[in-house]
């Protein structure tokens, strides 16, 4: 999986057409970038989310594995996410509750 590693913006141009859209990349960034569609990506964590959901009857058994594990992080991610904007919609309902009882 050579295309995992960071690669400078230069090496990371992809042939597109006209209805793929133009990735703006800084010049100083590093990207990691599809092996099969050249998209970059800034992690390569969304490498291979990427991968995994758009080209997921290319991936080899390393790739799948990857995937597997940025798609259980995200999901872990997320759940906390979850229950963290849960709480904080609870406390508003709460305040904005005793608020209106006092006035």
Do not use: K
């Not at 992809?14 to 992690?43: I, K, L």
């Not at 849960?86 to 309902?93: K, R």
């Amino acid at each position: 999986m050579t295309d995992t590693a960071t690669q400078p913006v230069a090496d990371t141009a992809a042939t597109r057409t006209d209805d793929e859209p133009a990735y703006d990349v800084p010049a100083d960034a590093t990207a990691h970038t599809c092996s099969y569609c050249g998209r970059p990506f800034a992690r390569e964590s969304w490498l291979a989310l990427h991968r995994g959901l758009a080209h997921p009857n290319e991936l080899d058994d390393e790739e799948i594995e990857a995937f597997r594990a940025a798609h259980d992080e995200e999901e872990a991610s997320l759940s906390t996410f979850r229950l963290q904007a849960l709480g904080a919609l609870v406390l508003i309902y709460f305040g904005f509750l005793m608020v209106y009882a006092l006035v």
